[in-house]
C-alpha cells in the first residue's frame, strides 16, 4: 500500500510503471545499469586531429584571442616587498643561529689540528 500525503492524493498524479518498448532502446529489458553505463561511454578516443580541416569547415575570417595582463599597482607592490622581506628575515632568523654554530664548530677544529701539527 503507497501512502501519499493528502495533497498529492488527487485523480490527476498517477504513477505507473514504465513500460519496456524494443523499438524505443537498443537495450534488452534485462541489461543490467554498468552495462548500459559501459556502452554509453567511450571506449578508446581517436587522437587524430586535424586543424586544417576544422578551418576548411568553419573558414573563418581571421584567429583572435584575448589574454588578461593583470597591471600591478604600488600596493599591491609594496606589500609584496614587505611580504618578501618578512619571509627573508624569517628564514635568517632560523638558520642564522645554526649557521653561527658550524662556523664556530669548524673554526675550533681547525684551530685544534693546527695546534696538534705544531
Known amino acids: 500500500m503507497i501512502y ?10 498517477r504513477i505507473q510503471p514504465l513500460v519496456y518498448d524494443p523499438a ?31 578551418y576548411e569547415a568553419c573558414a573563418p575570417i581571421y584567429c583572435s584571442y584575448s589574454q588578461r595582463i593583470r597591471k600591478e599597482n604600488f600596493i599591491r607592490v609594496v606589500i609584496m616587498l614587505v611580504s618578501m622581506i618578512g619571509g627573508i628575515v624569517a628564514s635568517l632568523r632560523i638558520l642564522t643561529p645554526h649557521f653561527v654554530k658550524f662556523v664556530l664548530k669548524f673554526l675550533t677544529m681547525f684551530k685544534k689540528t693546527s695546534e696538534q701539527g705544531n
Not at 33 to 50: A, C, G, R, T, Y
Request: neutral net charge.
Open 4 to 13: 501519499l500525503p493528502t495533497s498529492l492524493q488527487s485523480s490527476s498524479l
Open 24 to 54: 524505443l532502446s537498443r537495450f534488452p529489458s534485462k541489461t543490467s545499469i554498468s552495462m548500459i553505463i559501459k556502452e554509453l561511454m567511450v571506449d578508446q578516443w581517436n587522437p587524430s586531429s586535424s586543424h586544417e580541416y576544422f
